[in-house]
T-cell receptor, first 113, second 111 residues
């Protein structure tokens, strides 16, 4: 069954702790993305990766880090430097180099207190 | 100015009604256009791509007006299951990795 998986679904952390969100896809998609969604707002791009071992900052990369060591995996670390980390985090992937649609994983809801 | 703007709604309509959403985008060089559907606390799911000539998928019709820089989504014969938030998405011409998402239009279909 092809798709994108994210884990965990819900995550609770104390302020000051780093946390890593998992994203795996078995669609053989080249590009992968991380977005953040806050209530009543559109999705905002955190990081994206077009190929293995390469990634680019999106619009709100401060306080986040990523890696892309395998085509299938694109984990996101939310560091203690991120001022407002509580949000819904969505991972997406896309095939090819052109303007093709993105497909999303089920998301991770992170709460930091 | 936001890249993509949508009326947040909510649009409250009875079952069987026809409802239309519009979305405007600011970058005339935008390349690709999509409508996604997002249920409460779930991920967005692709509803349909929007082509220059307009396209239809069952009860859903999408149209693009490049001159006025807006796209529309028409839903005919609304079902209770159509209740969701509809996101308008536009890509950048020069960077296909940049997808601009509207904040969404909420639709409530009532019995």
């Amino acid at each position: 069954d092809g798709g994108i998986t994210q884990s965990p679904k819900y995550l609770f952390r104390k302020e000051g702790q780093n946390v890593t969100l998992s994203c795996e896809q078995n669609l053989n998609h080249d590009a992968m993305y991380w977005y953040r969604q806050d209530p009543g707002q559109g999705l905002r791009l955190i990081y994206y990766s077009q190929i293995v071992n390469d990634f680019q900052k999106g619009d709100i990369a401060e306080g986040y880090s990523v890696s892309r060591e395998k085509k299938e995996s694109f984990p996101l670390t939310v560091t203690s430097a991120q001022k407002n980390p509580t949000a819904f985090y969505l991972c997406a992937s896309r095939w090819g180099q052109g303007p093709y649609e993105q497909y999303f994983g089920p998301g991770t809801r992170l709460t930091v207190t | 100015r936001k890249e993509v703007e949508q009326d947040p709604g909510p649009f409250n309509v009875p079952e069987g009604a026809t409802v239309a959403f519009n979305c405007t985008y600011s970058n005339s060089a935008s390349q690709s256009f999509f409508w996604y559907r997002q249920d409460c606390r779930k991920e967005p799911k692709l509803l349909m791509s929007v082509y220059s000539s307009g396209n239809e998928d069952g009860r859903f019709t999408a149209q693009l007006n490049r001159a006025s820089q807006y796209i529309s989504l028409l839903i005919r014969d609304s079902k209770l299951s159509d209740s969701a938030t509809y996101l308008c998405v536009v890509t950048d011409l020069y960077n296909f990795n940049k997808f601009y998402f509207g904040s969404g239009t909420k639709l409530n279909v009532k019995p």
